[in-house]
């Protein structure tokens, strides 16, 4: 037996095997492609074993193809290392039942800890509690408000996906001659800051094209509420130039409605970068024509920074000694010329 495979996986507490998990997959929890993982040495150092860490992770119940992701990812990164021992404890249905699983965590003492909280600022005070307890934190995707809630965060660009998602519907309606299009959106949660981070860059970009949105039906992230907020769109707005959708998810939902409804008049941008949405943007025989990156693949360079921070390292492309404060991920534009390019990415 290799030192990597006697490296165990703690779930509260309790040892995992690794093959346990791999049964225990869903079609939620596709396992990542070598994309989504760093498992390339490249003549890196920080890739040689160091001192032992243990990673806490907590993250929202994986009920969505995207949060799938997130949990799946940073276990097989967590997995990617011989020094990294991976604890991790259910979030629960909502920021109280996380909080509380986060106390238990932090007593259990993790050399960091990894969290996508339910909402950042509901868990601000669970970030600040472990940090007071010596405990660096890596606060992933949903930010926290006060910076003594974290050591380091790693995000993606919600305003830049709504500049892309914008950008990409001006160059479509310049090119399609439209002065003055119909423009609809789909948000996800928006209560979420993350949600009116993506809706303002929108509305912003759209602004300097002289555009604006005519219709913004929110959604819930879930195919369910995104073709029933599609369906109001359409019943609201009988010929439309261009639709954002914010997530993949919902969209397929949203492309159950166009396909219900037999509207396809216009140009759909979608939001997060799914394989299902990069294949039907490659088919190209739906309106949904562009995707704009949020990509999952940061739980995975979430792991990787928590064992570097745990093992008092840097990143070793820095001349810094330590690992960053803060690391925003750039939205990228996916469309059929390049989609083959991202399809590794997809979740």
């Known amino acids: 037996m290799t030192q990597h495979s006697r490296r165990r996986l703690l779930f509260g507490g309790a040892a995992v095997g690794a093959g346990v998990l791999l049964a225990g997959c869903t079609s939620n929890e596709a396992a990542p492609n070598e994309a989504q993982i760093n498992t390339s040495d490249g003549g890196n150092a920080n890739s040689e ?19 799938a992701a997130i949990t799946t990812n940073a276990k097989a990164q967590a997995d990617a290392y011989s020094d990294v021992t991976f604890n991790m404890v259910e979030a629960g249905a909502d920021a109280a039942a996380q909080r509380a699983a986060l106390s238990t965590l932090i007593s259990q003492k993790p050399n960091v800890i990894v969290m996508l909280p339910h909402d950042g600022k509901e868990l601000n005070a669970a970030g600040l509690e472990a940090m007071q307890a ?11 408000p006060d910076a003594k809630a974290y050591r380091t965060q790693i995000l993606g660009d919600n305003y830049g996906m709504g500049v892309s998602a914008a950008n990409y519907i001006i160059e479509q309606m310049k090119a399609k ?13 928006d209560s979420l800051e993350l949600t009116q981070e993506r809706s303002r860059g929108f509305s912003e970009t759209l602004a300097q094209a002289g555009f604006r949105v005519a219709n913004r039906r929110p959604a819930e992230f879930t195919a369910d509420s995104g073709q029933q907020a599609a369906t109001g769109l359409f019943q609201a707005v009988p010929k439309l130039d261009a639709v954002w959708n914010h997530d993949d998810d919902q969209g397929i939902g949203v492309l159950a409605a166009i396909n219900q409804t037999n509207r396809n008049e216009f140009v759909m941008v979608g939001g997060a970068g799914s394989r299902k949405a990069m294949e039907d943007i490659q088919a190209d025989n739906t309106p949904l024509k562009a995707t704009v990156t949020y990509s999952p693949s940061m739980a995975s360079s979430a792991v990787s920074l928590a064992r570097l921070i745990g093992q008092n390292r840097g990143m070793s492309d ?30």
Do not use: M
């Open 49 to 67: 074993p160091g001192q032992a860490v243990t990673i806490g992770f907590s993250a929202p119940a994986a009920d969505h193809g995207w949060l």
């Open 134 to 144: 010596g405990i660096p934190v890596v606060n992933l995707d949903r930010a926290f």
């Open 177 to 189: 001659g439209v002065s003055a299009p119909i423009i609809g959106e789909i948000p996800g949660i």
């Open 318 to 347: 820095l001349v810094e000694l330590q690992v960053p404060k803060t690391i925003v991920l750039a939205s990228e534009t996916i469309t059929k010329e390049n989609a083959s390019n991202y399809l590794k990415l997809g979740f």
